[in-house]
């Protein structure tokens, strides 16, 4: 299973990829999509929105069942990926590209230290 060592990762099977910009973008993992399905709905947080790390503020939904997507970090939600309205099967189809979820300003970069390495998240998920 495709589990790229450049990422950061949640026990949640969220996906961080920091940007050096101080934003990250957000996605969830291939496991994530596997357990689930295919994906047929998407609901995104709005550019702007204030989120806290744990927080729940996205919804996806499989023929499966509906899963929430909670925020890594904390902090302002920059763009969220307007395609995935029209084309949530993207996140099924490219997890750590084209199936981003959305990109936040982090408000606490220290953060990103305690998220997964690629290691320790594969040992959560039972890889």
Known sequence: MELPDKLKYTESHEWIADNGDGTVTVGITAVATEQLG?????????????????????????????????????????????????HPE?????PYADGWLFKIKVADRGVLDVLLARDAYAKSAGL
């Open 38 to 86: 295919e994906l047929v709905y998407v609901e995104l947080p709005q550019a702007g929105t204030r989120v806290a790390r744990g927080a729940n503020c996205a919804v996806v939904e499989s023929t499966k069942a509906a899963s929430e997507v909670y925020a890594p970090v904390g902090g302002e939600v920059l763009e969220a990926n307007a395609e995935l309205s029209a």
């Open 90 to 94: 993207r996140v099924n189809q490219s």
